[in-house]
């Protein structure tokens, strides 16, 4: 069974950082897409950050480039997302998505082309 496990949210205060972890069980990320979206209360969930078959490249929105990095080790299995000088709009729930290998640079940011998902984990940033 295919487990996404994400941690390392918190509250903090602008211009912190935080660093959240997706681990896997029941899958390897091998040539797979890894991503963050987040959703905040009362919004559609928007893609933040991806490593593109398996780390061919890497994205960003455009709202977070500059200060977010995606990463992954694949000895433990885990993606990162190193979030730093965090705004008060950061504030959501963040969830890690993996995809089963088909997924297709243009449909990247598209939260439907993604099979696994975590749980959520919370991030708040107070002004």
């Known amino acids: 069974q295919v487990q996404l496990v994400e941690s390392g949210g918190g509250w903090v205060q602008t211009g912190a950082s935080l660093r959240l972890s997706c681990t896997s069980t029941g899958l390897t990320f091998g040539r797979r897409t890894m991503a963050w979206f987040r959703q905040a209360p009362g919004a559609e969930r928007e893609f933040v950050a991806a490593?593109?078959?398996?780390?061919?490249?890497?994205h960003y929105a455009d709202s977070v480039k500059g200060r977010f990095t995606i990463s992954r080790d694949n000895a433990k299995n885990t993606v990162y997302l190193q979030m730093n000088s965090l705004k008060p709009e950061d504030s959501a729930l963040y969830y890690c998505?993996?995809?089963?290998?088909?997924?297709?640079?243009?449909?990247?940011?598209?939260?439907?082309?993604?099979?696994?998902w975590g749980q959520g984990t919370q991030v708040t940033v107070s002004s």
């Open positions: 490593l593109f078959r398996g780390g061919s490249s890497t």
């Open positions: 998505a993996v995809d089963n290998s088909r997924l297709i640079l243009s449909s990247l940011r598209n939260a439907d082309y993604y099979d696994y």
